[in-house]
């Protein structure tokens, strides 16, 4: 049973440029989660996708936007660059289960680094 | 605003010996916390969740507590290992009461290292 797979890697952009990542969550899962995470931060939470609808968002602005597909999988898109987006996104999927608490199973990331 | 405060960004101990890792929380009141695993270059692992009307749970070799007075969570790794070396996060849920489900709200974590 594969889990949660994220590519590219690693990616290098440069200041204004636009960047696309990709998720395919476990199996069975059926809500993505995408995490910003920054050097010696925890992830910080950037929005969630639910029957392809982005169903809930955190402080991130505008230029991060995503998409999820029927079968779930899910982008996330990075518009106009900034050095400050340099970070390890991080894919996270779920599903409901009994109780309401639902534990996240999250991908290896990618590394973006933005020059 | 809420805030997690995780209790050092470092720890450091020997072999064989409890580990005891801090999560403190302040302006609101969380349903549940959880607990997850990181190493370098990877995504967090789920470990052990905690709802607010439990004391503790426990899995193996980890036991984590939870004091709704103390607005507290431990996290303590009994018999360390070699192996037990990577950081911890406590994530309570962003809106506290768990309304939205995989919305959590990660601390900066605590980067453990048992040495032999």
């Known amino acids: 049973d594969a889990g949660v797979t994220q590519s590219p890697t690693h990616l290098i952009k440069t200041r204004g440029q636009q960047v696309t990542l990709r998720c395919s969550p476990k199996?069975?899962?059926?809500?993505v989660s995408w995490y910003q995470q920054a050097l010696g931060q925890g992830p910080q939470f950037i929005f969630q996708?639910?029957?392809?609808?982005?169903?809930q968002r955190g402080n991130f602005p505008d230029r991060f936007s995503g998409h999820q597909f029927p079968n779930y999988s899910s982008e996330l898109n990075v518009n106009a660059l900034l050095l400050g987006d340099s970070a390890l996104y991080l894919c996270a999927s779920s599903r409901l289960e009994t109780g309401g608490n639902e534990k996240l199973f999250f991908g290896s990331g990618t590394q973006l680094s933005v020059l | 605003s809420q805030k997690i405060e995780q209790n050092s960004e470092a720890l450091n101990i020997q072999e064989g010996k409890t580990a005891t890792l801090t999560c403190n929380y302040t302006n609101y009141s969380p349903a549940y916390l959880q607990w997850y695993r990181q190493d370098p270059g990877r995504g967090p692992v789920f470990l052990l969740l905690?709802?607010?009307?439990?004391k503790e749970k426990r899995k193996e070799r980890l036991k984590v507590t939870f004091d709704t007075t103390l607005k507290q969570s431990l996290f303590h790794i009994t018999a360390s290992q070699p192996a037990d070396s990577a950081t911890y996060l406590c994530a309570p849920p962003l809106d506290g009461r768990g309304s939205t489900l995989g919305r959590l709200y990660f601390g900066r974590g605590t980067q453990l290292t048992v040495w032999p």
């Open positions: 905690i709802r607010e009307n439990e």
């Open positions: 996708y639910y029957e392809e609808e982005e169903r």
């Open positions: 199996s069975g899962h059926d809500t």
